[in-house]
Every structure is written in structure tokens, then in C-alpha cells.
């Protein structure tokens, strides 16, 4: 533990001596530059002095580099050659120190040749640093839109992806799996082990790491990798260590999934959606959790239209609910209502889903064919002639929302059929035979049910 801590401690230098090789090898450079411009024929004891400094502190830079790479701070596969070509940095810098000690030795274009190949290497290497520091983003992304797109530069702050529908997004494979693949797994992976954790497949991920508890299914308290990924920034156990690290709605779909048990299999449409979550798969991926009327998830084939002619020469009005929905609101005006009429309206029954037939002489009997419409999610029958009587052939619709009786026959006796109506959300019973006491007891007992009632 105590040889760690040093370590880290040697580690913590590297930002102090990686700017030394820079200044003294770049101003060699330039110097042996500036005095070939001059055509000086005695080079300046400075210049290998100065390779020789930039030498030294490369080499100081690429050993508390390497001590500060081993703390598992940085995404291994970023930091190889960022590693490996700050050595090889060392290497050239004083084999260019041997040179530059014996100018007249060595031929003039391998001396030049070797200050290029040196300000390259520089450049490179200072670049992969960067980007291990601030992000891969860090240069480009306040640069103008052709800069970014001519340097191929990506938008990496989020790892979102949308969907179309619900039925057919997996939680681990589709929501959870693609962050971990984007924040985690370059350092935890079947070659890298930081921490001796292999996130990249389920399987390696139950087995966990050295960490006890890595995820604790149902327990975000007792799990350390989301105790990981919501520490503060500034903690050196933070995860993951870089600019990349995850965005808000990211932490919050991790929590939901381990709130859930954590499991590696299972659709979302077989988890409890909780409140907190349904925001985030809204933002992040489109998905729209909350209930949709009946009539938004029904898909039929267009209907012909010699049979919409024949409805509206009966005498029905009749709209297409839209371009993508087949369904029809159909509504009848007049007292001239007739079985004919309501057997043409039967023909497509599948379709109607909004029936009014308010202010109608519509019967009781007549209802019994409307029970048979069984994509019907709206009905008016406002001041007709319906009784309870009327109602109960409403019972097996199993998809009706909302039921307009106001101004009807009906008493206290339609409420049981009323209720066994399960999907009823609203039912209008104004100026009617219920009583509004016993209206109110049946919605006490019925929280999903709106009873809409007055002092007639």
C-alpha cells in the first residue's frame, strides 16, 4: 500500500516535467535552425546542451508518466501509445544529443531530418496527452463545422440511441450494455482488468472484480460501480477517470437497471417504469412510456372507400382519425335513425372507435349491436332514450374510455354494469335517475373512474 501511495506521489510530477523536453528540445531546435539560416560555421555549445535537458526531462516526464498510467486514472487504450511513444521520445532525444555533440560528424540532411522526425514526435505525443487530460473532443469541439468534419471529429456526450417502440427494446442489451461499452469498458475489458473487473460481456460482469459488491442487485447504496460513477470528479476513485464521464439521464438509467435487479435479460415492457426513469428513456431514446389510448395502438388495413361513401349516404358523418390510423369517428345527427342504417355501421364495426349518436333516437335495443364494436373507446348517447337497460349491452366492450349518459333514462341499476366495464375512465351521468351518493360511493371504490354527476 505504501509503495502505491509513492508511486502515485512520483506519478503526480508528470505535469511538471512534461513541459520541460518540449521547451528545451523545441529551442535546440530552433537555435541550430536559426544559426544554419545565419550560415554560422561554429554551432553553439547550447545546442546539445539543450538536447541533453530535453532528454533528461523527457525521461523524468515518461517515468512519472508511466507511475501515473499504472494508478488506472486513464483509459488504457488511449494511454499504450501515448506511453510507449513518450519513450520512444527518450530514446531519440538522446540518440539527437549524440548528434548535435558532433555536428561535423554526421551528414547535414540527417541532422535536419532528425529535428522533423523529433517536432513530430512532439506534436503527436503532446496531442495524445491532451486528448488523455481534457477528451478526444477538446481541440475540435468549438471548432468551425468544416474544421470538425475535415479532422473527422465525433460526437461522443452521449451514448443514446432511439427507438421506435417499446415491445422489442431489451434493458441490458439495449439501454445499459451500449453506456458501459462506451464509458467502461476501455478499461475494463477481456485484455485490461482494471480493478480485475471485465465489463465487456454480462457473464464477466456478474463475476465482478476486487471490489466485493460490484453491482448489488436491488441496492444502489451497497453497489460499488454506480458508488463509482457518482462520486465527485475530483475523487481518485472516480469512474470513469477522463472528460468521458457519464451524463446525467446515463447514471439515472444505470440506477433504474439495478433498482430492477439488475438483470441481463428482460424487455422493458416487463419492468415497472418507474416515474423517475420515464423522462430519461423519453429524452434519451424517444421512448414514451406513458399509457396510449386503445386507438393509437390499433393497426388495420385502409378501409375502401365505396364502403366510407355507403356510411356517409346513410346519413353518417365519418373522419379518419389520420394518415397513419385507419380507425373513424362517426357520428349521426337526426331522428331518423334506423336498424338499416346501424347494420351498414356494423359492417365496420372493427373501425369505429368515436361513436356519437347523441340527441338520436337511438334505442336500447339498438345497442346491442354497438356491443359488438370492439375497438369503440368513445361513446355519446347524450339526451336519447337509453335506460339501463341500453347500458348493459355496453358491458363487454372492453376498450370504451369514455361513456356519455348525461340527459339520458338511466338509474342508480346501470352503475354495475357501469363498473364492469374495467377500461371506463370517464362516464358522464348528468341530469339522470343516479344518485350522486351512490355515484360517489362506486367511485371511492374505483380510483380509475371519473363520475361526472349534477343536481339536475
Not at 532525444?93 to 522533423?116: E, R
Not at 469498458?185 to 464477466?204: A, F, Q, T, W
Not at 368513445?378 to 339526451?383: A, G, I, M, N, T
Request: charged content about 20%; glycine content about 8%; aromatic content about 10%.
Amino acid at each position: 500500500m505504501i509503495a502505491l501511495e509513492f508511486s502515485t506521489f512520483l506519478g503526480r510530477f508528470h505535469p511538471l516535467f512534461v513541459h520541460l523536453p518540449i521547451g528545451f528540445l523545441f529551442l535546440a531546435i530552433v537555435l541550430e535552425w536559426y544559426e544554419s539560416f545565419k550560415k554560422t560555421e561554429v554551432k553553439s555549445k547550447l545546442i546539445p546542451f539543450a538536447w541533453l535537458l530535453g532528454a533528461l526531462s523527457a525521461a523524468g516526464a515518461a517515468i512519472s508518466g508511466w507511475f501515473l498510467g499504472e494508478t488506472g486514472l486513464y483509459e488504457e487504450e488511449h494511454l499504450f501509445a501515448h506511453r510507449w511513444l513518450g519513450i520512444a521520445l527518450v530514446i531519440v532525444a538522446f540518440i539527437g544529443w549524440y548528434l548535435k555533440s558532433k555536428p561535423k560528424a554526421f551528414p547535414i540532411k540527417l541532422q535536419h531530418g532528425f529535428n522533423i522526425l523529433l517536432l513530430a514526435m512532439l506534436f503527436i505525443e503532446g496531442h495524445k496527452g491532451g486528448n488523455l487530460t481534457h477528451g478526444e473532443t477538446y481541440l475540435t469541439e468549438y471548432a468551425p463545422a468544416p474544421i470538425q468534419k475535415l479532422l473527422g471529429a465525433k460526437d461522443t456526450n452521449d451514448s443514446g440511441t432511439s427507438f421506435m417502440t417499446t415491445d422489442s427494446v431489451q434493458v441490458y442489451a439495449d439501454l445499459v450494455a451500449p453506456i458501459f461499452e462506451a464509458k467502461c469498458v476501455g478499461c475494463h475489458n477481456d485484455e485490461i482488468k482494471r480493478g480485475g473487473l471485465n465489463m465487456s460481456h454480462p457473464d464477466s460482469l456478474r463475476m465482478g472484480g476486487d471490489s466485493e459488491n460490484v453491482i448489488a442487485a436491488g441496492n444502489t447504496q451497497d453497489s460499488e460501480l454506480f458508488r463509482r460513477i457518482t462520486l465527485p470528479p475530483k475523487n481518485v476513485k472516480f469512474m470513469p477517470p477522463t472528460n468521458n464521464a457519464l451524463t446525467y439521464d446515463e447514471i439515472k438509467t444505470v440506477e433504474w437497471w439495478i433498482e430492477q435487479g439488475a438483470p441481463f435479460e428482460g424487455a422493458l415492457t416487463s419492468m415497472n417504469v418507474t416515474e423517475n426513469i420515464k423522462p430519461v428513456l423519453l429524452r434519451r431514446y424517444g421512448i414514451d412510456t406513458n399509457p396510449k389510448p386503445w386507438y393509437e395502438t390499433v393497426q388495420l388495413q385502409k378501409l375502401d372507400s365505396i364502403q366510407l361513401s355507403n356510411l356517409v349516404q346513410q346519413g353518417f358523418e365519418v373522419k379518419i382519425l389520420g394518415p397513419d390510423n385507419s380507425l373513424l369517428d362517426v357520428k349521426y345527427s337526426g331522428s331518423d335513425l334506423t336498424q338499416e342504417k346501424l347494420a351498414e355501421l356494423h359492417k365496420v364495426k372493427d373501425y369505429v372507435t368515436w361513436l356519437n349518436l347523441a340527441n338520436t333516437n337511438v334505442s336500447d335495443e339498438q345497442l346491442s349491436n354497438i356491443s359488438e364494436f370492439v375497438n369503440l373507446t368513445r361513446l355519446q348517447l347524450e339526451k336519447t332514450e337509453i335506460s339501463d337497460k341500453g347500458v348493459s349491452h355496453l358491458a363487454g366492450l372492453e376498450h370504451l374510455e369514455a361513456l356519455n349518459l348525461y340527459g339520458t333514462k338511466v338509474t342508480d341499476a346501470c352503475l354495475p354494469s357501469i363498473e364492469k366495464i374495467s377500461s371506463l375512465k370517464r362516464v358522464y351521468l348528468w341530469q339522470t335517475g343516479v344518485s350522486a351518493q351512490t355515484a360517489k360511493n362506486i367511485q371511492e371504490n374505483n380510483e380509475k373512474l371519473k363520475i361526472v354527476i349534477g343536481k339536475g
